[in-house]
């Protein structure tokens, strides 16, 4: 069993930047693929980004790309999400994924574990 453990959410205002963490405990693999999603009410969850197991390769969601960026750091278990130049449309409840095989997907489904969720709220 995995458990994922978002940390960094928050207000800020556009144009300000924010770096999500996310943990994972139960797992001391570093061969696993993870990835973000984020979800506003009455919307599906949208993929924003994920990364393969040694950081090698990363990909992005049309509305994030350039202005995300998805890293980790496997010596902590840990993938940060750095969201430079934020909208009030980045506004959401965002999603840490993990993947234990080391796969990284761009659909929800597809992703085995979740962690709780964190609010990111831009808002002048």
């Known amino acids: 069993q995995v458990n994922l453990v978002e940390s960094g959410g928050g207000v800020v205002q556009p144009g300000e930047s924010l770096r999500l963490s996310c943990q994972a405990f139960g797992s001391t693999r570093s061969d696993t693929g993870m990835g973000w999603f984020r979800q506003t009410p009455g919307l599906e969850r949208e993929f924003v980004a994920s990364?393969?197991?040694?950081?090698?390769?990363?990909f992005y969601g049309a509305s994030v790309k350039g202005r995300f960026t998805i890293s980790r750091d496997n010596a902590k278990n840990t993938a940060y999400l750095q969201m430079n130049s934020l909208q009030p449309q980045d506004t959401a409840v965002y999603y840490c994924t993990l993947d234990p095989y080391g796969l990284i997907h761009r659909e929800a489904h597809e992703w085995m574990y979740w962690g709780q969720g964190i609010q990111v709220t831009v808002s002048s």
């Open positions: 990364i393969t197991p040694r950081g090698l390769d990363t």
